[in-house]
């Protein structure tokens, strides 16, 4: 695996491979990485002739300082297992390569950046957005993959690059998850044992809103019986449960307003925010 610091050098590498007409994959990271994230670095593999991964903990899309510090740093052991799954290039720049001065622009994505995550971590998306678009125009891949877990996140991506005309098709990966069903997610790295066992009521709730929602329980009905779940639990904070339109994030009174809804809900185990998802069917 080549492994590129600096920009100049990564993208004299790549014009060299799309001279030779090889397709490029790209899986942006933040690194800590886990099983989800090889299975996008597999599927890119599967698609392309060169697959490059990044790993960068952009700092603009961290609206918590203290989540910023405490967010996990494994450069090493990632590479090992970016190595190991046959990903061909690794981009790992630091913050000067990035932000050489202090980057003003700032994204707005309408009601698709308000909602969810947005109304809880606010700028959180300014920063995505920021980041991928430099990532984009450093790597010009022609395909990109990000975990249907960031299903907010791949949204604003899908709508950044109809906007600014990427010149890239956009892939939605599935989500995978540990055996009891909790989605992989770096962030599960920074849970203690107790913490760990906890954190599986987000995805028991959504399951359970799922055959509420099946069984024809209003949304209304069901968004109470899910805060109730979630604080009913010692140590775990809720921030949101919603039933959203996949295309646009807005909320749905009803179930029936599209042919598939998805589940999206976020909170606190501890200090540890987690987020997941699910569709209806
Ligand atoms: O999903 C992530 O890991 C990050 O938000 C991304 C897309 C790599 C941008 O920093």
């Known amino acids: 695996m080549e492994i590129f610091k600096h920009i100049t050098p990564l993208k004299a590498f790549l014009r060299e ?20 994230h090889l299975a996008l670095v597999g599927t890119s593999k599967n698609a392309n002739d060169v697959t490059v ?45 990035m932000y050489p001065q202090k980057a003003t622009l700032k994204f707005d994505f309408g009601p698709l950046d308000k ?40 949204a604003i991506i899908r709508q950044l690059v109809t906007d600014l005309n990427f010149n890239l098709t956009l892939h939605c ?28 009521v987000f995805y028991k709730a959504l399951q359970e809103a799922r ?14 019986s899910v805060r109730q779940m979630i604080e009913a639990q010692s140590r775990t904070r809720f921030e949101y449960f919603e039933v959203a339109d996949p295309l646009n994030l807005n909320a ?15 909170g606190y185990i501890g200090e540890i925010r987690l987020i997941d998802n699910m569709f209806l069917d």
């Open 17 to 36: 491979q799309k001279l030779k007409r090889r397709t490029v994959g790209f899986v942006p990271t933040m690194g800590a990485l886990h099983a989800g």
């Open 53 to 97: 991964s990044s790993i960068y903990v952009n700092p603009a899309q961290f609206n918590n300082t203290k989540d910023l510090e405490k967010y996990p740093r494994t450069l090493e052991t990632d590479a090992a297992l970016l190595e190991k799954v046959g990903c061909d290039v690794l981009f790992a720049p630091d913050n000067s390569e």
């Open 115 to 154: 909602v969810m995550e947005g109304e809880f971590r606010p700028g959180h998306f300014s920063g995505v957005a920021l980041v991928v678009s430099k990532l984009f125009h450093i790597v010009e891949p022609d395909n990109a993959y990000f975990g249907r877990k960031d299903f907010q996140q791949f």
């Open 173 to 200: 990966v599935d989500t995978l998850r540990e055996a009891d069903g909790l989605a992989m997610s770096s962030r599960n790295l920074r849970l203690n044992p107790e913490e760990r066992q906890l954190a599986i």
């Open 211 to 224: 055959q509420q929602l099946k069984a024809g329980a209003t949304v209304a009905a069901v968004k109470n």
């Open 252 to 266: 749905l009174d009803n179930v029936r307003e599209v042919s598939q809804p998805i589940l999206c809900i976020a």
